[in-house]
């Protein structure tokens, strides 16, 4: 098991491909991202790093709301767009065909086609660098009927996808199951 | 596609699970972690975030540094054992047959077994509430030479995986490409 030194890099997996959204001058733009995750417990937070220049970030500090939307496989497409062009020069919603609603917070866009919506309140902006990473709570989350079980949002009716960087650099699906959490572990336990 | 408000939570997919170390007291200790993320790309930055009681967080205040250690689905096992016991109780290392060695930061423990080991130095502590947010420099990434390609490290060699948390709890294995990263959005730009 020999190891190199390949050099400081942004790498990690998996990583997410989700859409952040806020209104930016009044107008619903979103954006995605993979610099996120969850980032406190009580109360739910999350946090996602932002370029300086990114549309989106522009409508998060005009309103200090956003929304994150989980994608299910069926909007790759949809999603990799958002995250080729800006709303500078398109409306997104549009060339999405993007159903908007909004929820608690008033002004967070939310994707109806997503399976899972999160509507975000920012607490904090750390300005770390060539990002400036958001850390914000989370207020309400929406989810679609039809991908609940019991009550709680289910990933195996939501689908949804990772990002696996170059090379890969491909989307893709969950995969098998290769064990239970808090639970498979207790085999190396006895 | 009716909506149903289900509450503030934590909630995100994917979700990541990584083998935290950090030398506790002067041994080396590990624990699985699912609150963690990309935070800045230059310089390349990650985030994770600890319940205040846990005893990797203890190694990372006396240390500034930490691991942050990507096992592949061969170590689902003890993935999940690290994160059920606490290195307070047991020698984790010992329980889990990992071999450890440390790289350029001198004090972060690194773990063979993994494909990918990034050492962290420790920017900036938020207490959030429940968790503190670790910012951290990514100051250097070692990965087993069989899974680079090019040079880059590759997830179909190094097999990562995920968590998909409750009612599925499951880590799953990384499943089939559903499309090219900053390509397949393209149709629709057209």
Redo the contacts between chains.
């Keep these: 098991?020999?190891?190199?030194?390949?050099?400081?890099?942004?790498?990690?997996?998996?990583?997410?491909?989700?859409l952040v959204g806020a209104d930016v001058d009044g107008k619903p733009n979103f954006s995605a991202y993979?610099?996120?995750?969850?980032?406190?417990?009580?109360?739910?937070?999350?946090?996602v790093?932002f370029?300086h220049k990114r549309h989106t970030l522009k409508g998060i500090k005009q309103n200090g709301t956003f929304s994150?939307n989980?994608p299910s496989?069926e909007l790759?497409?949809?999603?990799?767009?958002?995250?080729?062009?800006s709303g500078r020069d398109t409306d997104k919603v549009a060339?999405?065909r993007f159903?908007i609603?909004y929820?608690?917070l008033g002004n967070a866009p939310l994707i109806?086609?997503c399976p899972?919506?999160?509507e975000c309140r920012v607490?904090?902006i750390?300005n770390?660098?060539?990002?400036e990473?958001v850390?914000a709570?989370?207020?309400?989350?929406?989810?679609?009927?039809?991908c609940?079980?019991?009550?709680?949002?289910?990933?195996?009716k939501?689908k949804?996808?990772?990002?696996?960087?170059?090379?890969?650099?491909?989307?893709?699906?969950?995969?098998?199951?290769?064990?239970?959490?808090?639970?498979?572990?207790?085999?190396?336990?006895a």
């Design positions: 098991m020999s190891k190199v030194a390949i050099g400081a890099r942004t790498l990690l997996y998996p990583l997410p491909a989700v993979a610099w996120c995750g969850i980032a406190n417990s009580s109360p739910p937070m999350l946090s790093s370029q994150v989980i496989i790759v497409k949809e999603t990799d767009y958002c995250g080729i062009v060339d999405c159903n609603f929820g608690k109806s086609e899972v919506n999160i607490l904090h750390l770390l660098g060539s990002h990473m850390v709570q989370i207020e309400e989350i929406h989810a679609t009927d039809s609940l079980t019991g009550g709680a949002p289910d990933a195996n939501i949804p996808f990772l990002w696996a960087m170059p090379p890969v650099n491909q989307y893709c699906a969950f995969g098998k199951p290769i064990g239970e959490a808090f639970s498979i572990g207790k085999q190396l336990k």
